[in-house]
């Protein structure tokens, strides 16, 4: 593959006007829409480059909103997860895990939103939001996954502004520790680099849409896409890997 086809593209712009509006799930839907026709080993590299300037940019958009205690924490638990991930990932049974973490996330997206529709603006119990922050830290390093942050994220941030710049904060972190890694092991290279930098337009224009579309949703729709784009990783983590 030496130059980016219509369906990579499509799959670009899609992907990022859905991280324009939610901050998350570009890498969902551009590896789902891919991964038909292209080995995961392709496409990880040229979503993981194509979207490290939107997270940078997200982050730096919303720095008003993010909590660097909370930032620096999580980024941490990334980055030490992804220690054990590479030994995991190469000796044991991953498919059954993600299986487990998808049906994790379907159940974690169901309370949400019902804990919505009762209008409960209780506090989350921080026992609970602390586990989840410590598994999506681990779960995001070992299998590149961002589903389960984005529940910790929606339960501890006050609004959407909140939410984009904390979780777009982390993922600088953990790109810029993958692009390294990548490049360490030659899953990054030219060609991947030559992709990425031609789809940029493509994903600057997504997420430029979908920035505008975040000025006529109503902030409390805002928050149930972000549910159900949870529910919908967690059953294509499952689909995938049945």
Known sequence: MQRPDEWMILATVVAFVIKGMTGFANTLVFTTMMSFGS???EISPIELITGYPSNLYIAWRERNSISKSTVFKISLLVIIGSIPGAFLLKNADTSLLKILFGILVILLGFEML??????NNAKPNRI??????????LLCGLFGVGALLAAYFSRTTKNVAGFRGNICAVFVFENTFRILLYS???????NTLKISVQLLPFMAGGLFAGTLLTKVINERIMKKIVILLLILSGCVLILHHV
């Open 128 to 137: 609970l939001a602390g586990g989840i922050g410590l598994l999506s830290g």
């Open 184 to 190: 360490a092991t030659g899953i990054i290279t030219w």
């Open 39 to 41: 080995a995961n080993v």
């Open 114 to 119: 019902l804990r919505e529709k009762q209008q």
